[in-house]
């Protein structure tokens, strides 16, 4: 494990980017981020209606009526002001159901939003590594154009003094244009990903453009058992479905409720005339709603039905989080070794590319060796960048999946 410890700990980072940074920002210009950190506004709004719905009601009536006038042939009027309060008895009993459902409403919510927050960091990572593996990957194809314009200048070197025929000429001019193609093609990759990069960090790609330091060390990794137990225990995707799986079950007790009756009661102080003569006093008045159609038991289905499939949810995420995590060790593991079998294959591909170019400059090799020879360390040498910023890549986004 030294040897990718040291290798990862030489990769660059930005300038004026750090890591940290990266995620910082990506998550402070998420859409979904914004829309979790919405979603919590309006939950917690909706647990203050439903703390405040036993609350009684303040209201007032006022009421005017003509009445006919025993003692003339005209009309009197009545009329009645009438002061108190409103409550409902559904509304009490269903508080304490409809309060816990807005609560874990919230729950679910806020965890939600955690999940955002970590979805976006990985994102943030991702994007950060492929900006610097395009960035180092610019600077291998300039590195083999560099070489294969050295090899075309021993070649045309070779044929004009006679040491070797034209066709070795034509074949490092090929050479070269591959290369001059290849270097094309990194430069605009690495445009692309440095633009994806300065877009999710709200920050100019010309900021981006030079890298410094390193990255900061990684904590050791853990094995299989311990980090998805720790994934199982902390991850927020998991909160959030056991906060909606309680909310659901809320919701089955406020259905049962359901079947009670309507019932409102007023209470107050009324005060007018009647007939002629004022009169004023206490005011009650009662109000019942007694449905006929049968609900009941369709609302408890319907929200039994909800909290089964919040159930199905939370099984199929710990599910999908246990394989997730214990693919994510392994394949660091496994990109580990790679790494160290690239290093050592580019290694060998270097020296193997000096000793042709050092035979073909003698006579000793022609220009298909060099050629070859070429091609295997470019190759090599890919396969070494990609294996070092995939290893970075995954290290960091271990640190995200298990926090």
Do not use: C
């Not at 979603?39 to 009421?63: F, I, M, T, W």
């Not at 939600?112 to 291998?140: D, H, K, P, W």
């Not at 040491?163 to 290849?182: K, Y």
């Not at 270097?183 to 030079?210: C, H, K, P, W, Y």
Request: charged share 20%; proline share 3%; net charge negative.
């Amino acid at each position: 494990m030294v040897m990718p410890v040291l290798v990862l700990a030489a990769i660059p980072a930005f300038a004026q980017l750090s890591l940290a940074d990266a995620q910082a920002r990506t998550v402070a210009n998420d859409v979904d981020v914004q829309t979790a950190i919405a979603a919590v506004r309006q939950k917690d709004a909706a647990l203050a209606l439903a703390r405040g719905s036993a609350v009684p009601h303040l209201v007032g009536d006022y009421v005017l009526n003509p009445q006919a006038n025993a003692a003339a042939t005209d009309s009197i009027e009545q009329y009645t002001v009438t002061v108190g309060l409103n409550v409902s008895l559904n509304d009490i009993i269903g508080a304490s159901p409809a309060t816990s459902a807005a609560a874990a409403d919230l729950l679910s919510a806020q965890r939600n939003g955690e999940a955002a927050v970590l979805r976006a960091r990985e994102r943030a990572i991702r994007l950060y590594f492929a900006a610097l593996q395009a960035i180092a990957t610019e600077s291998v194809r300039a590195s083999d154009l560099a070489g294969a314009e050295r090899d075309r200048d021993a070649a045309s070197l070779r044929w004009r003094t006679g040491e070797a025929p034209q066709i070795d000429v034509v074949r490092a001019d090929v050479s070269l244009a591959q290369a001059r193609a290849a270097l094309v093609r990194a430069q605009a990759d690495r445009a692309d990903a440095v633009d994806a990069l300065a877009s999710a960090t709200a920050v100019t790609a010309a900021s981006l453009s030079a890298t410094g330091g390193a990255l900061p060390a990684f904590p050791p990794v853990l094995d299989e058992a311990r980090a998805t137990q720790r994934a199982l225990a902390m991850r927020p995707e998991l909160a959030s479905l056991l906060a909606s799986v309680d909310a659901r079950r809320a919701n089955v007790a406020s259905a049962r409720d359901s079947g009670i009756p309507s019932a409102s009661v007023d209470a107050g102080y009324a005060t007018g005339t009647d007939t002629g003569i004022g009169v004023h006093g206490a005011a009650v008045s009662a109000h019942v709603d007694i449905p006929i159609a049968p609900g009941t038991n369709a609302r408890v289905t319907s929200a039994q039905a909800d909290v089964d499939i919040a159930s199905a949810q939370l099984v199929d995420e710990r599910r999908t989080i246990l394989l997730e995590v214990t693919s994510a060790v392994r394949d660091e593991r496994a990109l580990e070794s790679a790494l160290r079998g690239a290093d050592s294959a580019r290694d060998e591909a270097a020296r193997a590319l000096a000793a042709v170019e050092t035979g073909y400059r003698e006579g000793a090799s022609s220009s298909l060796d060099v050629e070859e020879a070429r091609r295997t360390y470019a190759q090599a040498e890919n396969d070494a960048l990609v294996a070092q910023y995939a290893l970075a890549q995954a290290r960091s986004t271990l640190e995200v999946m298990v926090p």
